[in-house]
C-alpha cells in the first residue's frame, strides 16, 4: 500500500494536525509514457497555509480529500518514459505521497553530484530563487546600502542576507531567538542582528543597526516588526513583500499604520511578487546560484526532519519559528 | 505698507484661520541684482498642511511668525536685474506677500500669450508635471488598461484622468459630489465616476465600474476609499501614492487593513513619490502638457477666489473639497 497525505479540513486561523489525514490508497501502476517516483525530500513552506484555504490567490486552493502537495525531490523507480532512466533524480511540484505516477512533463532532473539533493528544495531551488528575483529585481541592491531582513533566519531570508553581502551592502536580519542571531552574524555574516523577542523598542533598535537608515527591506513577515521598519526607510527606499507569516492563520485582514503617508514622504516603493513571475529568467538564476554556492559565498542551512508521517508537525512548526533556514522532510 | 501672511500658530487637526496671520512689513527696498515683485496668483495645495507641523518630511516646515509660501505668478514691476524686465511674468516658490524681492533665481519666465497666467500655477505647473510624471513613469499606462483616480475632481486628479484618456486607458473617477461626478463624465470624458458621499458600498461599485479589473490606481486621498480600490487591484497593479489628504489632518497615523497580502497576491506595486523627483524631466514634462493644452486634449480647470486677505481660507476649503480643479487665489 501506499502512503498519502490529504486536506482534511480548511483551518480557520492556526492549522491543526487534524486538518489532514494519512490515508492508505493502492499503489500506482504504471502507463505507457509515465515513471514511478519515490518522494526522497518534501519542502514544507508558509505560502501553503494560503493554499489551504479557499481563498481566491494566486495558487489555486488545495481540494478537501485530496493530496496536499508541494515541492519535493524524488528517484525515478520504473520508467516507461524515454526521458527519464531508474535513478534519475527529478524535482517539481508533486504530491504528499510516498510513491507517485507522472508523465515526466513540469519536471526538472537533478544532478546528486553536483549539490546534495535537498538544496534543490532550498538555496536552488524556489526558495533560493525567490531570495534572488525579489532582491534583484525589486530591491535592486547597490554596494554601500543598507538591506533590513525579517524573517532572516527562515529559508528565503538567510539567502537574501547572502546575497546582498555579496553586492557590498550592510545587512541586519531580524530573527526570534538568540540562537538564530547569533547564527545570522557567525555562520551567514551579516553585520547585525535584532532579537524581536527580548527587544523593547525595534524602531530604535533598527534605527541604532542600520546609522544610514534602510534603503532595502527585504519583508517575510509583515506585521508590527515591519512597522518598525518602515519608520526607518530612507529617500527612495524599497521595500521586497516577498511574505507575512505574521498574519497567514489570521482569520480576519490584521490591521496597521496605512503607509501611504511614509511612502510619499519618503518617494518609497512597496511591491509584493511571486517567484512565477521571473519562470522564464529561472535558467539564469539557478546558474549564479549555483555558481556562489560552489565558490562558497552561498552557504545552503536546512533544517531536516525525518520520516513521512511527520510532514504535517514540521510544516506547523514554521509558524513557531522552530526552522533554521529551509524547512525538509526527508523520506 | 505691504502685507503679508505669516504662519500663527502650528494646527493640531484640522487648521484654523487663526493659524494665520495678517501681518504689515514695509515696502521692501530692491538691491543691486534684485527684482521687485508684485503677487498675482497664488496656489493653495493640500500638501501645505504638512510643511505647517514641524514633523520632518520631504520640504523643511514652515518656521512660525515667517511668511507663509507656495507656488506663485508675479509680475515684475522693478529691475536692477539683466535678466528680468518690468512687465515679465515669473513662477516659483514665493512668499504670500503682497510685493517682495527676489534674486531672480529659481524663478522661471512664463508667457502669459501662450496661456493664461494662472495656468501656469495648475496644468502647466507642479500640479501638471505631478499627474504627468506620477502618471507615466510609475503607473505606466498601457492601451486598454482600467484607472481609477481617486481626488479626481482635484486639480492633479483632473489633470490624471484626462492624460490616461489621452493613453487609450478606461478610466473611473472617485469625488465627493453629484456635481462634481457629473464634471469628470461630460467635462473631462472620464467613462465612469463614482460619488463616495452617496455609495453605500465602494468596493462593489468600482469592481461594477471597472468589469476588467483596476491595473493602476492613481490616488490622492488614502483611507478608506483606496481600502476599496485596493480590493479590485489586478495582477501586475500599480498604485500611484500621491497624495493621502484624508488623513493630512490626523493627529495620529491612520490604522486601516494592512496592505503587504494583497501586494503579495497580486504582484501589485504601491509607490510614493513627490514632483520633485522628476525636476530634471520638467521641461519635457511642460512642453508636452503644453502641447496637449494647446490640441484641446487636455483642459484646465481652476477655481479662482479673489483677494490676497481670502489666501487662508482657500486653503482650508481643500480639506471640504470645496474647489474644482485647481485653487487659486488671484490677488
Same mark, same amino acid.
Given at each position: 500500500?501506499?502512503?498519502?497525505?490529504?486536506?482534511?479540513?480548511?483551518?480557520?486561523?492556526?492549522?491543526?494536525?487534524?486538518? !489532514?489525514?494519512?490515508?492508505?490508497?493502492?499503489?500506482?501502476?504504471?502507463?505507457?509514457?509515465?515513471?514511478?517516483?519515490?518522494?526522497?525530500?518534501?519542502?514544507? =513552506?508558509?505560502?501553503?497555509?494560503?493554499?489551504? +484555504? =479557499?481563498?481566491?490567490?494566486?495558487?489555486?486552493?488545495?481540494? $478537501?480529500?485530496?493530496?496536499?502537495?508541494?515541492?519535493?525531490?524524488?528517484?525515478?523507480? @520504473?520508467?516507461?518514459?524515454?526521458?527519464?532512466?531508474?535513478?534519475? !533524480?527529478?524535482?517539481?511540484?508533486?504530491?504528499?505521497?510516498?510513491? &507517485?505516477? +507522472?508523465?515526466?512533463?513540469?519536471?526538472?532532473?537533478?544532478?546528486?553530484?553536483?549539490? /546534495?539533493?535537498?538544496?534543490?528544495?532550498?538555496?536552488?531551488?524556489?526558495?533560493?530563487?525567490?531570495?534572488?528575483?525579489?532582491?534583484?529585481?525589486?530591491?535592486? /541592491?547597490?554596494?554601500?546600502?543598507?538591506?533590513?531582513?525579517?524573517?532572516? #533566519?527562515?529559508?528565503?531570508? +538567510?539567502?537574501?542576507? &547572502?546575497?546582498?553581502?555579496?553586492?557590498?551592502?550592510?545587512?541586519?536580519?531580524?530573527?526570534?531567538?538568540?540562537?538564530?542571531?547569533?547564527?545570522?552574524?557567525?555562520?551567514?555574516?551579516?553585520?547585525?542582528?535584532?532579537?524581536?523577542?527580548?527587544?523593547?523598542?525595534?524602531?530604535?533598535?533598527?534605527?541604532?543597526?542600520?546609522? =544610514?537608515?534602510?534603503?532595502?527591506?527585504? =519583508?517575510?513577515?509583515?506585521?508590527?516588526?515591519?512597522?518598525?521598519?518602515?519608520?526607518?526607510?530612507?529617500?527612495?527606499?524599497?521595500?521586497?513583500?516577498?511574505? #507575512?507569516?505574521?498574519?497567514?492563520?489570521?482569520?480576519?485582514?490584521?490591521?496597521?499604520?496605512?503607509?501611504?503617508?511614509?511612502?510619499?514622504?519618503?518617494?518609497? $516603493?512597496?511591491?509584493?511578487?511571486?517567484?512565477?513571475?521571473?519562470?522564464?529568467?529561472? /535558467?539564469?538564476?539557478?546558474? &549564479?546560484?549555483?555558481?556562489?554556492?560552489?565558490?562558497?559565498?552561498?552557504?545552503?542551512? @536546512?533544517?531536516?526532519?525525518?520520516?513521512?508521517?511527520?510532514?504535517?508537525?514540521? !510544516?506547523?512548526?514554521?509558524? @513557531?519559528?522552530?526552522?533554521?533556514?529551509?524547512?525538509?522532510?526527508?523520506?
Amino acid at each position: 500500500m501506499n502512503n498519502t497525505i490529504t486536506l482534511n479540513s480548511r483551518p480557520v486561523g492556526k492549522p491543526q494536525l487534524s486538518d !489532514f489525514k494519512f490515508v492508505e490508497e493502492e499503489m500506482p501502476l504504471l502507463k505507457d509514457g509515465e515513471i514511478l517516483l519515490k518522494t526522497k525530500f518534501v519542502s514544507v =513552506d508558509p505560502y501553503l497555509r494560503g493554499r489551504m +484555504s =479557499d481563498a481566491k490567490s494566486y495558487v489555486p486552493p488545495f481540494e $478537501l480529500q485530496k493530496a496536499m502537495n508541494s515541492g519535493v525531490v524524488a528517484e525515478v523507480v @520504473e520508467s516507461q518514459n524515454d526521458q527519464y532512466k531508474v535513478g534519475d !533524480f527529478v524535482t517539481g511540484s508533486l504530491d504528499w505521497k510516498e510513491f &507517485q505516477t +507522472s508523465s515526466g512533463k513540469n519536471l526538472l532532473k537533478v544532478d546528486n553530484s553536483a549539490a /546534495p539533493l535537498s538544496n534543490y528544495l532550498g538555496v536552488l531551488g524556489m526558495t533560493g530563487l525567490t531570495a534572488y528575483f525579489g532582491l534583484t529585481e525589486i530591491g535592486k /541592491p547597490q554596494k554601500g546600502e543598507t538591506i533590513v531582513v525579517s524573517g532572516a #533566519a527562515g529559508a528565503v531570508g +538567510s539567502v537574501v542576507g &547572502q546575497i546582498a553581502k555579496i553586492f557590498g551592502c550592510r545587512v541586519v536580519g531580524i530573527a526570534g531567538s538568540k540562537e538564530k542571531v547569533e547564527m545570522l552574524k557567525t555562520k551567514f555574516g551579516f553585520d547585525a542582528a535584532i532579537n524581536y523577542n527580548t527587544t523593547e523598542n525595534m524602531t530604535k533598535a533598527i534605527s541604532e543597526a542600520c546609522p =544610514d537608515g534602510v534603503d532595502i527591506y527585504f =519583508d517575510n513577515v509583515g506585521g508590527t516588526i515591519s512597522d518598525s521598519v518602515h519608520a526607518n526607510i530612507n529617500r527612495l527606499g524599497r521595500i521586497v513583500v516577498c511574505g #507575512a507569516i505574521s498574519a497567514y492563520n489570521d482569520t480576519s485582514i490584521p490591521q496597521g499604520p496605512r503607509v501611504e503617508h511614509f511612502l510619499i514622504r519618503k518617494s518609497a $516603493l512597496m511591491q509584493g511578487f511571486i517567484v512565477g513571475n521571473y519562470a522564464e529568467q529561472f /535558467p539564469d538564476g539557478m546558474k &549564479q546560484l549555483s555558481q556562489w554556492l560552489s565558490e562558497g559565498k552561498l552557504i545552503s542551512t @536546512e533544517t531536516i526532519v525525518e520520516g513521512f508521517k511527520n510532514i504535517p508537525q514540521a !510544516f506547523l512548526d514554521l509558524f @513557531e519559528g522552530k526552522n533554521k533556514g529551509k524547512m525538509i522532510v526527508k523520506i
